[in-house]
Structures are given as C-alpha cells and as structure tokens.
C-alpha cells in the first residue's frame, strides 16, 4: 500500500498554463507538506496544512496556491506557469506525538517542467 | 538566519566506513534529521537526534552536538546501494514541523 502518493508523476506544460498536483496520504498523519526540489537538489518548504489548516506559508509567489479538502489530501495549484517552475515538488505528511520523533513521509515526486 | 553546510559529494570504497558532517546555524533548535534520497526517488528517513550523543541504527549512526551547533551520520561497512544522496535537516521550532534541509550531501560508492 502506497503511503503518500501523488499525481501526476511527470507534467509538461507550456508557460502561462494553470496546473494542479494532488496529494494523498492513508497514514492517518495531521499535517501534511509541499516542498520544492530545484535542480541543484535543494529540498525547500512551501506550505504545510495540520488538520485542513494553513501553518506554514514560505515566500512563495502568491501563483501557488495550496488547498486542502481533508487532512488526508493536500493539493498545489499553479497559475501562470514560469521557466523558474520547473523543479520537482514533494508532498509529504507526519504525525506529531510527544516524545517520538517527527519523521516526515515523503511522496514519490512530480517532476514538473515548464517549456 | 538559518545556515546548513554539508559536504557536496564524497566518495568511499564498499565495506569502508564514511562519514557525514553536517554544522547547522538556525534561530531555533527542535531536532535534527538525516534524509537518504537516491536519484529519482523521495527522501527517506534515516535517523533523528534532539540530545547530544550518538543513536545507532543497524550499519548507520548519528551524532549531535547541540552547543557546537553539529552532527554527523555514520555509515558502516558500505554497499553499493549507499550510493545516494545524504540530507540533514533542522526542525527549528517546537511550534511547527517545519525542516530546513541542507544542500545534501552525494555520496558514491565504488566497488
């Protein structure tokens, strides 16, 4: 069973398309993330959502918006494509308990390109 | 401001053991991580330190110093599938699960 999935694993796009990536996760986790990979292989935060709710919002341009229909589904909508886009974006999820350690589960990735 | 430095690439021969030094600078300290990713796939977790002292974990290990501001992850006896990415990442805030991930660090393995 997959634990976070996304779709779609690969999208190409044009410049100036809207474009919107889902997030699944069935490990019952609270709160759940969007991160950014670039090509240098740096893992940045975008977002995080607890329980449907907005707690963390990085700098990130106000094209991304982040939607959260239950807390077992985080989706990414992007307006207005850019070349600077195209990175690849993670979704992942984890379970705060006092005392554990906070381990973060990550999604296999979509590898967005934008031509 | 936040600060993670990590070697970019090393190197290391199968069955050697290798080390991975990660110094960090965050406004907060809640934790730290270490993340394998291989080519193409999803960061894994590995390991978590919040205590100075070393936490053993089959062929890998980590170390924290808090007042030194550094870790390191230990890999023992190495094998090929090692190769991969090494990422440490600091969650800064007791408030949030927000990691600050550094650049990582590519480790190969050669036969």
């Known amino acids: 069973d997959t634990a976070v999935s996304q779709t779609p694993k690969y999208l190409v796009t044009q410049m100036g398309n809207d474009k919107s990536i889902k997030c699944e996760q069935n490990l019952g986790h609270d709160t759940m993330y969007w991160y950014k990979q670039d090509s240098k292989k740096f893992l940045k935060i975008m977002f995080s959502y607890n329980n449907k709710e907005l707690i963390i919002n990085e700098t990130v341009p106000n094209r991304f918006s982040p939607k959260s229909p239950d807390k077992a589904h985080l989706n990414l909508h992007i307006n207005s494509l850019e070349l600077g886009d195209s990175a690849v974006y993670f979704c992942?999820?984890?379970?705060?308990?006092?005392?554990?350690?906070?381990?973060?589960?990550f999604g296999p990735g979509t590898r967005l390109t934008v031509t | 401001g936040q600060n993670i430095d990590q070697p970019t690439e090393m190197t290391a021969t199968e069955g050697a053991i290798v080390q991975i030094n990660c110094t960090y600078q965050?406004?907060?300290?809640?934790?730290l991580f270490w993340y394998q990713q291989h080519a193409g796939e999803a960061p894994t977790f590995l390991s978590y330190n919040v205590l100075d002292g070393l936490e053993e974990k089959g062929r890998f290990s980590s170390f924290l110093s808090r007042s030194k501001g550094y870790s390191y992850l230990l890999l023992k006896e190495l094998q090929m599938k090692d190769s991969a990415s090494y990422l440490c990442a600091v969650r800064e805030s007791y408030n949030t699960d927000k990691l600050i991930f550094g650049t990582g660090t590519r480790l190969q393995v050669f036969p």
């Open positions: 965050t406004s907060g300290f809640n934790g």
């Open positions: 992942a999820s984890s379970q705060e308990a006092s005392g554990r350690s906070y381990e973060q589960y």
